[in-house]
């Protein structure tokens, strides 16, 4: 078989192609191995099995373009190349890639790291504003994890759905892991009420609804908490019942669809109140009522979680909340799973050592931003026009995305030099700025023609800067050396 791989990379050599070494592979008596040709990117295949793929004849190489189909013959000839369930694996980590472009870097961050992680994690609301869908998304991850060689093994997320056919869609696309966003059955009015108006609406649930809870939870001594008063557990119910009976709903969902392992998150950080112990308590012990078990739970945590910018809030508060939070976890064994984690190194230490090493977290927008760090490196033109792009259509970004930082604060970049350029990312408020305006500045072709080309060409200055902005992450995370 060695002799297979070194045909194809003289064949390859012959056709003035370069050959990403870490990618040549063999299975079935085929030989596959990502080159790079002036077209662009293209898999290579010699061999028996080359006639199932979709590609182009050059001498005796098939040239193939790196498509979902072919993605899939992939994952087939190789099966690290495909999602799975990380169950078992105490860490884990999610890694948005928007691009489509992340994956060899991200490979080389977890490098040296005892961490499972999810190449691909994108939620309806990314898909829409990409223009991927989750079968893209993952063809991405697989090519990049082919690239590189990584045979540890990643997940596919489909984050922040919120219906049974948004599930079916990421299944059937192979996701292997499903978070299930249900803040659209939670009643945020409920917390609100004043005792007796929520006792009041109280009394209007469901019979049956009323007498389960009550029966469960009042004149009981509960693990963690102790007792629940009536009020507490009314304003519980009133929030959640529908909530939880969705989850339950979409976990018979995901069973009925799929007989492979899939890892199953419930998040409920899209709240506008924080997830109080009791709350997370009654959902938690609700699921576990119908046998379900989530692998991990998304909480709402206190303080203020924003795109692109470090924690605000405080952080002892933050530290004895996310301690009951993850006693309620451990009780009903399952990790504590935090989002928007982007940037947020100064809760990761907390989060490392109260946990043990025992937790999900995701981050999807920092790759963005280190993407365009390169741009303002390499195109400073391009990237004064992107710029001015977001700040101009902020408030149309603002749709998606709570921020809350200054845009007068940014300083004027036509006064700023090219060299300069590189700092707009590292100051919170033009930070966040071009973070939410992904969506925006993706959809103008002026911008994603060209961007997608720099990358393209720059891609070892982006893969580096990946592995140096991930591994801080990681590091904080894993009690490692901080920077
Ligand atoms: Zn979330």
């Not at 508060?317 to 100064?346: P, Q, T």
Request: net charge negative.
């Amino acid at each position: 078989m060695q002799d297979l791989k070194k045909e194809l990379t003289v064949q390859a050599r012959t056709l003035g192609l370069t050959v990403y070494q870490s990618s040549v592979d063999e299975a079935e008596g085929t030989v596959c191995a990502i080159v790079r040709s002036p077209e662009g990117k293209r898999l290579a295949v010699l061999g028996r099995e080359a006639a199932r793929f979709a590609g182009e004849s050059r001498d005796a190489l098939l040239l193939c373009p790196l498509t979902v189909d072919n993605a899939r013959e992939l994952m087939l000839l190789f099966p690290y190349t495909k999602p799975q369930s990380h169950r078992g694996r105490p860490f884990s980590f999610g890694l948005g890639d928007r691009l489509g472009l992340a994956t060899p870097g991200h490979v080389r961050a977890i490098s040296g790291f005892d961490v499972f992680p999810v190449f691909a994690q994108q939620s309806i609301r990314e898909l829409k504003l990409t223009g991927r869908s989750f079968s893209d998304v993952i063809a991405a991850a697989a090519f990049g994890v082919f690239q590189e060689g990584y045979r540890g093994g990643y997940g596919a997320d489909g984050d922040h759905l919120k219906t049974e056919e948004e599930i079916t869609y990421a299944l059937e696309s192979g996701c292997s892991m499903i978070t299930l966003d249900c803040s659209e059955h939670i009643d945020t009015q409920a917390s609100s009420l004043s005792a007796e108006a929520a006792a009041a609406a109280y009394a209007c649930l469901p019979e049956e609804v009323r007498g389960h809870y009550e029966e469960a939870y009042l004149g009981k001594t509960l693990p963690i908490l102790g007792t629940l008063s009536e009020a507490e557990l009314h304003r519980i119910v009133l929030t959640f019942w529908r909530a939880i009976r969705h989850a339950i709903n979409c976990c018979r969902h995901i069973e009925k669809t799929t007989s492979t392992p899939v890892d199953f998150e419930l998040s409920i950080d899209e709240t506008l109140t924080v997830t109080t112990p009791e709350e997370h308590y009654v959902i938690a012990s609700e699921l576990a009522a119908e046998g379900i078990r989530p692998d991990s739970v998304a909480p709402h945590f206190s303080g203020t979680f924003e795109k692109g910018v470090e924690y605000a809030g405080d952080l002892d508060r933050f530290a004895r909340d996310f301690e009951v939070h993850r006693e309620i976890a451990e009780y009903f064994g399952y990790k504590l799973s935090l989002h928007s984690g982007s940037d947020k190194l100064s809760v990761f230490s907390t989060v490392g050592r109260a946990t043990g090493g025992r937790v999900h977290v995701k981050t999807a927008g920092t790759n963005w931003l280190e993407a365009l760090a390169v741009l303002a490196e390499k195109d400073p033109a391009l990237y004064r026009r992107a710029h001015r792009f977001a700040i101009e259509h902020r408030p149309e970004a603002e749709r998606y995305y709570h921020v809350s930082t200054d845009v007068g604060e940014i300083p004027n970049i036509d006064l700023q030099c090219d060299a300069y350029l590189p700092e707009y990312l590292r100051m919170p408020a033009a930070r966040q700025t071009m973070h939410i305006a992904y969506g925006l500045l993706l959809a103008q072709p002026w911008f994603r023609e060209a961007f997608f080309r720099l990358l393209d060409r720059y891609e070892e200055d982006y893969y580096a800067r990946l592995r140096v902005h991930i591994a801080k992450h990681l590091r904080y995370l894993t009690g490692g050396m901080k920077q």
